[in-house]
């Protein structure tokens, strides 16, 4: 699948013309070189000199005229507009996707915010980190929650395992500057080439209640027990949004994993929600919340007293299969020890 998209011109901020586009086409070819997908961008050519709130508004929310615009907003000036005055002091770039009624992308756009830019230390790798991130929604790709506990530690070093789909910037600005395995394989999933699902693995299930309903909006994750902060992939149950509480991996590196669930963290809704089911602290993932567990296989059940959230089994995964009927329930009810009765 090709796309193409149109660069702004002039300066943003500190960086010259020359920098700004260079490091979009750098992110961009990034997600080109994505092995299993099909979805290509190119550089279709440049917009006319923009560098206004009004040149701009000449490209946004115009979703027929076969651009997709990446506009550099120096003053933060379309941000606020787009999003509520102030937003430019907190939002580093927006990603606009516009729909056909059939609910497919029609347009989409990149606003690259230049307000408060200053040019020092790591903040052309930040906004290389955003353009990155910028470009997978724009393909179509969602936030995930994998291995949030490292951009909230104090370790600077691990914050490179993050997946660039990550919601937020890590508490100390240093956010992942490569795709994770997590990142390619969900945009491989969404344009597979079709010797994809040979070359990868698969596992699918399911999220239950104890009596059997759906869960929606549980954070689902496969990791390879080898290789735990690399190889390690997240879903969100029910992502169809057919009341089946299934998830899919696809594009799993064959390996040994094992499965766990965890609730959506409550600080990823709205904006930084993760998965569908995220949009308001009252949406599915929020209300009755998952408790962390692995899947045990046999011993899954959805009895407190019975099934131990820490206990697991491994799951081989081979090339170019599909490991089925993973079955996770929620650990809700409390058993009730059955009587013997003494017969007299
Ligand atoms: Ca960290
Ligand atoms: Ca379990
Ligand atoms: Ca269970
Ligand atoms: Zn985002």
């Known amino acids: 699948m090709e796309l193409s998209y149109h660069l702004d011109r002039g300066s943003l901020g500190p960086y010259s013309e020359e920098f700004i586009q260079q490091l979009i086409i750098k992110a961009f070819s990034e997600w080109n070189k994505v092995p299993f997908s099909t979805l290509s961008w190119s550089l279709g050519g440049y917009l ?10 000449y490209y946004v ?12 907003d120096s003053r933060g000036d379309l941000i606020d507009l787009l999003n509520g005055e102030g937003a430019s002091d907190y939002l580093l770039g927006l990603a606009i996707p516009y729909y056909t009624t059939q609910g497919k992308i029609q347009e989409v756009e990149i606003i690259v915010n230049g307000k408060g830019l200053h040019g ?42 993050l997946p660039v789909m990550f919601p937020v910037e890590p508490v100390d600005l240093v956010s992942s500057n490569s795709l994770s395995l997590d990142d390619m394989s969900t945009l491989e999933t969404l344009y597979p080439r079709p010797d994809f699902h040979q070359a990868r ?11 059997g309903d759906p869960v929606q909006g549980a954070n689902v994750v496969a990791v390879n027990v080898n290789e735990p902060w690399v190889s390690i992939y997240a879903t969100v149950s029910d992502l169809e949004i057919d009341q ?3 998830f899919r991996f696809y594009g799993l590196t064959p390996g040994v994993y094992e499965i766990y669930m965890e609730p959506i963290w409550p600080m990823f809704k709205g904006t930084a929600g993760v998965g569908p089911f995220s949009a308001t602290e009252a949406a599915p993932s929020f209300n ?9 296989g046999e011993r899954e059940s959805g009895f407190i007293n019975r099934d131990d959230p820490e206990d697991r089994i491994q799951l081989v995964v081979r090339q170019g ?4 009927d993973i079955d996770l329930i929620s650990n809700e009810e409390v058993e009730v020890p059955v009587r013997e009765w003494s017969l007299y």
């Open 201 to 211: 693995g698969s596992i699918v299930g399911t999220v239950q209640r104890p009596w």
């Open 120 to 161: 020092r230390s790591t903040e052309a790798q930040r906004l290389y980190a955003t353009m990155l991130h910028e470009i997978g929604h724009i393909s179509g790709l969602g936030h995930t929650q994998l291995l949030t506990e490292f951009a909230f530690d104090s370790n600077r070093g691990n914050n490179l395992f």
């Open 321 to 324: 299969e599909t490991v089925t």
């Open 244 to 246: 089946t509480g299934a």
């Open 61 to 72: 929310g115009v979703p027929d005229d076969g651009i997709n615009p990446v506009i550099f």
């Open 288 to 296: 009755n919340p998952v408790k962390k567990e692995y899947y045990n």
């Open 48 to 57: 006319n000199p923009a560098d206004s709130l009004d040149g701009s508004l």
